[in-house]
T-cell receptor, first 111, second 115 residues
């Protein structure tokens, strides 16, 4: 079973920041938080990952709470092309690396 | 550069037929994963290869499912005696590392419909 809880859907206005929450209260010390997204009819696409520090790349920012029990993915300026299902995944290093997906959050960016 | 490719993109099979789905990973990637995605659901892990070795096949739903990667590059997922419940998108992903949880690069998937 997935170790994360996400809202099933969210809306965001084009050009505004999209903030996608994720709860992972049972995360263990050696587990990372990964975010992938899946645009309709495509395979999932890696966005970002982190352990305990906040992370930023060209796609998004990841904010992880100090107790690591939750995180937020931030898309700073959402566009229509960011409409997708966003998956928050907790996975440990040192195992096979298989990803356990939950239901994800369907983000609808509206003009 | 070339990403992960899968073929065919779409496959229609009659119940009871055997099917073979191909995955071409990114060149040089050590790890290869297969996932199954039912309509409206997130992908579910099927099996994992490190080079040619199948190290985890815990997600294969039945003995009708078989995967191989004989030369450590191209992989084939075979489903024997297909059933309607096998209808799904089959995703392949590859990763450059040895299963330490690095970024996985996914192909577009093969959409299988069993009639």
């Amino acid at each position: 079973d997935a170790k994360t809880t996400q809202p099933p859907s969210m809306d965001c206005a084009e050009g505004r920041a999209a903030n996608l929450p994720c709860n992972h209260s049972t995360i263990s010390g050696n587990e990372y938080v990964y975010w992938y997204r899946q645009i309709h009819s495509q395979g999932p696409q890696y966005i970002i990952h982190g352990l305990k520090n906040n992370e930023t790349n060209e796609m998004a920012s990841l904010i992880i709470t100090e107790d690591r029990k939750s995180s937020t993915l931030i898309l700073p300026h959402a566009t229509l092309r960011d409409t997708a299902v966003y998956y928050c995944i907790v996975a440990g290093r040192g195992n096979t690396g298989k990803l356990i997906f939950g239901q994800g959050t369907t983000l609808q960016v509206k003009p | 550069g070339a990403g992960v490719s899968q073929s065919p993109r779409y496959k229609v099979a009659k119940r009871g037929q055997d099917v073979a789905l191909r995955c071409d990973p990114i060149s040089g990637h050590v790890s290869l994963f297969w996932y199954q995605q039912a309509l409206g659901q997130g992908p579910e892990f099927l099996t994992y290869f490190q080079n040619e070795a199948q190290l985890d096949k815990s997600g294969l739903p039945s003995d009708r499912f078989f995967a191989e990667r004989p030369e450590g590059s191209v992989s084939t997922l075979k489903i024997q005696r297909t059933q309607q419940e096998d209808s799904a998108v089959y995703l392949c992903a590859s990763s450059p590392d040895r299963g330490r949880g690095e970024t996985q690069y996914f192909g577009p998937g093969t959409r299988l419909l069993v009639l």
